[in-house]
């Protein structure tokens, strides 16, 4: 098993462009989760998903947008990106839910904002 | 105000050597506790979980503690290796609100030879 992949590792954006990081696990986990992790700043919930259909917004949604599909796949979409969007973005998936059950991480997506 | 306080921020230590680190909370009613090691570059990894009724559990080198009375968890390493360097992220548990998970902002723990 791959586990979690995204897509791209790195990416640059010039401020006003939009991008898509892409997610996929292959664990047929039903919960899935986007994070972003700022410097010295603990990881904050963005969106998450409880399955196919279903999204809902976290603790930082402003400026991002989800999609879920597929169970499988769970796309994060900003648009009109903004130097404050300078992050390291985690995508995340759990089987019984992050109250119960271990979350498993992607390798991340470094996105730069000039 | 931040419901998870770690520390220390980051530490350096001789290889061999064991470490302590330290994780408080205020997030309540508790529901548990993870400690993730994140390495450079990666996304982090579960180490461990402490429930409300557990007070220590190892996993190889690494032993966790919880006082869910004093709401303290610690995280000891024993006998460090190289490998050990990296982030150690406490992430505490509540039962309600749509963002159940608080973060620590982790220890950053460097291994040197």
């Known amino acids: 098993n791959a586990g979690v992949t995204q897509t791209p590792k790195f990416r640059i954006l010039k401020i006003g462009q939009s991008m898509t990081l892409q997610c996929t696990q292959d664990?047929?986990?039903?919960?899935m989760y986007w994070y972003r992790q700022d410097p010295g700043m603990g990881l904050k919930l963005i969106y998450y998903?409880?399955?196919?259909?279903?999204?809902d917004k976290g603790e930082v949604p402003n400026g991002y947008n989800v999609s879920r599909s597929t169970t499988e796949d769970f796309p994060l979409r900003l648009e009109l990106a903004a130097p404050s969007q300078t992050s390291v973005y985690f995508c995340?998936?759990?089987?019984?839910?992050?109250?119960?059950?271990?979350?498993?991480f992607g390798e991340g997506s470094r996105l730069t904002v000039l | 105000k931040n419901q998870v306080e770690q520390s220390p921020q980051s530490l350096i230590i001789l290889e061999g050597k064991n470490c302590t680190l330290q994780?408080?909370?205020?997030?309540?009613?508790?529901?548990?506790l993870r400690w993730y090691k994140q390495d450079t570059g990666r996304g982090p990894v579960s180490l461990t979980i402490?429930?409300?009724?557990?007070n220590t559990k190892s996993n190889g080198r690494y032993t966790a503690t919880l006082d869910a009375d004093t709401k303290q968890s610690s995280l000891h390493i024993t006998a460090s290796q190289l490998s050990d360097s990296a982030s150690y992220i406490c992430v505490v548990r509540t039962f309600y609100g749509n963002n159940r998970l608080a973060f620590g902002k982790g220890n950053q723990v460097v291994v040197i030879p």
């Open positions: 995340a998936s759990s089987y019984q839910g992050e109250d119960i059950g271990e979350l498993f």
């Open positions: 664990m047929n986990h039903n919960y």
């Open positions: 402490m429930t409300f009724s557990e």
């Open positions: 998903s409880v399955g196919a259909g279903i999204t």
């Open positions: 994780c408080n909370y205020t997030v309540s009613p508790f529901s548990n």
